[in-house]
Structure formats: structure tokens, C-alpha cells
């Protein structure tokens, strides 16, 4: 399963054969077959693995972040510092089964299991850090944390550089969500354009 979450970020789920597996895990090309019936079921366990392991690393950090009592800056910078770790093969298995979960019912539980694990840890941070509504922030918090680990592993980046964009930008998120609601008013007021926009043909 392993040989096969590797051949997934190499080749998408869409180009993972046995035999490819097969020759990763150095074993004879009939073998892969022998305990798997199909290569989608070898792929959805090699998923299964991804998250189940995604889902145990961030329920303890969820963990450590409830008995941390840190800052809302000490609290950025130690998800996006986890979130920087996370190997590349596992991260980019992980968004191809995003996206497969669009077409294939069957990825779709298993994607909602590892988001939901995303927002738990997100909620804990958040309410630790004194967010005003932390579970509706939870969801932005995830959305952007997803945003920066896609253009990680897309694009050279230094994972120290890539860390302190995460964590600055989880500390701005982080402060319309302290807001009170007289504050956010006030916001939405001044952020309301003027004069309409012109329209573009």
C-alpha cells in the first residue's frame, strides 16, 4: 500500500497499474493482484492508509494544541510548521483523492473523514486562541491551509519561506475572526465600494 501511495504521486490515480506497484515494491508483477481483486481496490486501501495515518497525526496534535494554552501566534506557527512536514507523496495522494472524490462516490467518505479531522484541529487552535466564532472559522482555516499545501507541492519553494507565508496568513484570517461584530461592521461598511464598478463588455 505503501509502494502504491508512492506510484499515486508520481502518476496520478488514473495512470496506477498493478504492475507498477508491483516493480515499486520490488515484487514479481502478478503479485499486487494476488492480494488485491482490482487495482481500485488496491488504490482505496493505499488512500484508506493516507488518511487514517492524516487523521491520527492531527487528532494529536488537536491534542497537543487544547493543553498548549499558546497564543494565537505560537498556534500559527506550529500548524503551519506540522502542515510543512507532511511528506510530499502523502500530500499530493492526499488532493488527488480530492479530486477523484468528485468523481468517484466511493473517495468521497474517506475525503470527508481527513477534512473533518482538518476542521476538528482548526476549532481547537481557534478556541484556544480566543477566535469569537471558531467553528465557522474552522472551515476558511482549512480551505487556506489546503490553498498553501497545493502550491507546496506544485510549485520550488523553501520550506522555511513557505512556513512563515502560512503562518502569516493564518494570522490575518485569525483577526477578522477575533472581531466583534461591531468591528466586523465597521469593516464591511468601509470595504463597500463608493461608486459602482464599471461594466466590462
Do not use: C, N
Not at 492508509?49 to 487544547?66: F, H, I, N, W
Not at 494570522?171 to 477575533?178: C, D, K, P
Not at 466586523?184 to 464599471?198: D, F, I, Q, S
Request: aromatic share 6%; proline share 3%.
Amino acid at each position: 500500500m505503501r509502494a502504491a501511495v508512492t506510484v499515486i504521486a508520481q502518476r496520478g490515480i488514473a495512470g496506477t497499474t498493478h504492475r507498477a506497484v508491483a516493480a515499486e515494491a520490488g515484487f514479481p508483477p502478478a503479485t499486487t493482484s494476488y492480494f488485491f481483486a482490482s487495482i481500485d481496490d488496491l488504490i482505496e486501501e493505499a488512500m484508506t492508509l493516507v488518511v487514517k495515518e492524516q487523521v491520527e497525526l492531527l487528532d494529536r496534535m488537536t491534542e497537543a494544541v487544547a493543553d498548549s494554552g499558546g497564543s494565537a501566534d505560537e498556534l500559527a506557527e506550529l500548524i503551519a510548521g506540522a502542515m510543512t512536514e507532511i511528506p510530499d507523496a502523502v500530500a499530493i495522494t492526499q488532493y488527488d483523492g480530492y479530486l477523484e472524490a468528485a468523481r468517484t462516490p466511493a473517495f468521497r467518505k474517506m475525503t470527508e473523514k481527513a477534512i473533518k479531522a482538518y476542521e476538528r484541529l482548526a476549532t481547537e487552535a481557534l478556541t484556544v486562541a480566543g477566535a469569537a466564532r471558531p467553528q465557522e472559522a474552522a472551515r476558511a482555516f482549512v480551505a487556506l491551509s489546503d490553498g498553501f499545501a497545493l502550491q507546496r507541492i506544485a510549485l520550488a519553494h523553501d520550506d522555511s519561506e513557505h512556513t512563515a507565508r502560512v503562518r502569516d496568513a493564518m494570522r490575518s484570517l485569525f483577526i477578522a475572526y477575533a472581531m466583534s461584530e461591531a468591528e466586523r461592521e465597521t469593516w464591511v461598511k468601509r470595504l463597500k465600494r463608493r461608486r459602482p464598478l464599471r461594466r466590462i463588455a
